[in-house]
């Protein structure tokens, strides 16, 4: 949200009060650079839908006084615009975030915001892919891109994904520095948060990552960004999951084969293999491990049979 744009949807007093909750957002609280974006869309929207509800630009003592039903009336309307129950309620967070910097300054009260529920969201997964498809999947043989050093870097990337289980801006984030040597090891990768953890890297697909960078005409250095666009850029993700979409075309998998489901792809293969629970929360670098639980869609049953194994006392 620019200075300009506040400006237009909030009157003075509250433009600077949002101003100074945004410094505190990404000063004091250090929160990631994107979440800061989502809170400032958040309330952004909120602004302009008081800005119709109370005919002209809100001030301060309008967000202070914000009642139960006016969020409720702007909750409808997001609805009415197509807003499905997740998005409400990581924008009821965004909004409630500038409520509570209100309170602590004593400039606003948030017993109405406290007061109504986000809606429920259902729980929605990435469907995992069959382990031979991913295997096709991440295989430079099935890449659809012409040039030979695209194809080997798509490849590589997805092996990544699929063989490491990060997430595409884990990937699209490491510098050429970071890549493994040919037998493997471990990479030490920035999630979430920029919270660092550690995976292994199988041989095959770190011998996928030297193939792309012997390729690659492009050499920007140890600090440079390791998985280079087309004209040398830092390479958009939106380029990786067109070229997944590519290939869910030429093999014939369904919509839900998307670069995120390698992920989900890696942790359910690794689960249905044998492996533990705790280690795939660390792999996936989860804060919780009901995160994990939810994420490999693990049943109650699963869960008890690995309690009996495990459990001295089982």
């Not at 630009?57 to 309307?77: E, Q, W």
């Not at 891109?145 to 695209?150: F, K, L, Q």
């Not at 666009?229 to 958009?236: H, I, S, Y």
């Amino acid at each position: 949200m620019h200075n300009e744009t506040i400006l237009i949807i909030a009157a003075p007093d509250a433009a600077d009060a949002i101003m100074r909750w945004r410094r505190h957002l990404a000063g004091e609280r250090r929160l990631a650079a994107k979440t800061v974006e989502a809170y400032d869309r958040d309330v952004e929207q909120f602004l302009r839908f008081l800005t119709a509800h109370f005919a002209g630009p809100p001030t301060l003592a309008d967000l202070a006084g914000v009642k139960i039903t006016d969020i409720r009336a702007f909750m409808a309307s997001r609805r009415n615009d197509g807003a499905g129950s997740r998005t409400l309620a990581r924008g009821l967070a965004g909004i409630r975030s500038l409520i509570r910097f209100l309170e602590k300054e004593n400039q606003a009260d948030g017993a109405a915001f406290r007061a109504i529920r986000a809606p429920r969201q259902k729980r929605s997964l990435p469907k995992p892919l069959q382990k031979e498809s991913a295997l096709r999947v991440v295989s430079v043989e099935e890449s659809l891109d012409e040039e030979p050093w695209v194809a080997t870097r798509n490849a590589a990337i997805l092996a990544l994904l699929y063989g490491s289980g990060l997430r595409i801006s884990e990937a699209l984030g490491l510098a050429r520095g970071d890549a493994p040597a040919l037998d493997g090891g471990m990479l030490r990768v920035t999630g979430k948060g920029g919270k660092e953890r550690v995976v292994p890297v199988l041989p095959v697909v770190a011998q996928g990552i030297a193939e792309y960078l012997k390729l690659c005409p492009y050499n920007p250095g140890p600090d440079g960004t390791l998985f280079l666009g087309f004209r040398g850029e830092r390479l958009n993700p939106r380029i990786v999951q067109r070229a997944m979409a590519k290939l869910r075309g030429a093999l014939g998998l369904p919509d839900t084969a998307t670069p995120h489901a390698l992920r989900h792809s890696f942790a359910t293969h690794l689960l249905s293999s044998g492996g533990d629970l705790r280690t795939i929360q660390e792999l996936l670098g989860h804060a919780s491990l009901s995160t994990t639980q939810i994420y490999t869609g693990v049943d109650s049953a699963r869960l008890m049979e690995a309690y009996d194994k495990a459990h001295p006392r089982a």
